[in-house]
């Protein structure tokens, strides 16, 4: 896994390269690459047989990116805009996967494809998400409004862990509704509206309470270093 894990870290340098010289957002070189590889079959070919577990990218690689987004966003600017914000990534990703999930459904019935509304949510769940690195970086290039800046990275930086709290809680809900039992679960659960609620406001909280904590610990304790790089 340490070699195919070099190999990917090799591959993306290389990408970043490309971007550079073709004059494109990184991300966008990045995903193209991506789905080059997969479609040749390369991927086994030179031996990288890495696997993408959820509790990998949960628990490595999704911390480390809002660490970095986090450390690096202008926090005066983020809280005179918080209110955008914050309609932003919980309402609106909220309602953003309601709109998707009306839409598949409508394209469903259009076409008699006979899709579960439990499917089609969770599908929805998993696109709840934005994520406008690309933007943002094209925002560097071009003069765009700072405060238009702020309220994407910061809208960006909320809904990811917002996204993974509905996904989580629409898994249960579809589990409960269509009688499945998942790994991670004992049991297919019977749902409640107020159970719902209560995962919900939980997994927020909680995970708040716990980010300020380590977060604060973090900035304590590089506030003692000298090195600013």
């Known amino acids: ?4 894990f070099v190999a990917i870290l090799i591959v993306a ?4 390269l490309l971007a550079k010289r073709l004059r494109l957002p990184y991300t966008v070189v990045l995903v193209v690459a991506g789905l080059i590889v997969s479609a040749l079959s390369a991927a086994e070919q030179l031996g990288l047989n890495f696997k993408l577990t ?3 990218l ?3 690689f999704l911390p480390i990116l809002l660490f970095e987004a986090a450390f690096h966003v202008d926090l005066k600017s983020f809280l005179n805009n918080k209110r955008a914000i914050l309609f932003l990534a ?3 990703v909220i309602v953003g996967m ?3 999930t009306l839409l598949f459904m409508g394209v469903g019935e259009l076409f008699s494809l006979g899709f579960p509304w439990q499917l089609v949510l969770l599908a929805a769940a998993m696109l709840a998400a934005t994520d406008p ?3 943002v970086a094209l925002f560097k290039e071009f003069t765009v409004s700072k405060r238009l800046g702020i309220i994407i990275e910061g809208e960006s930086l909320i809904n990811d862990g917002i996204a993974v709290v509905i996904f989580a809680v629409v898994v249960k809900i579809t589990s409960a509704q269509l009688g499945l039992t998942l790994p991670h679960l004992d049991t297919a659960e019977s749902l409640q509206a107020m159970t719902v609620v209560l995962d919900f406001l939980r997994e927020v909280l909680l995970g708040t309470a716990i980010g300020l904590g380590i977060g604060l610990g973090i900035s304590y304790l590089t506030s003692k270093f000298d090195d600013q790089h």
């Open 98 to 100: 309601l709109l998707t």
């Open 1 to 4: 896994m340490a070699v195919s």
């Open 13 to 16: 340098c290389g990408m970043a």
């Open 90 to 92: 919980i309402p609106g």
């Open 133 to 135: 690195i690309s933007v």
């Open 54 to 56: 959820p509790e990998l």
């Open 58 to 60: 949960l628990q490595l």
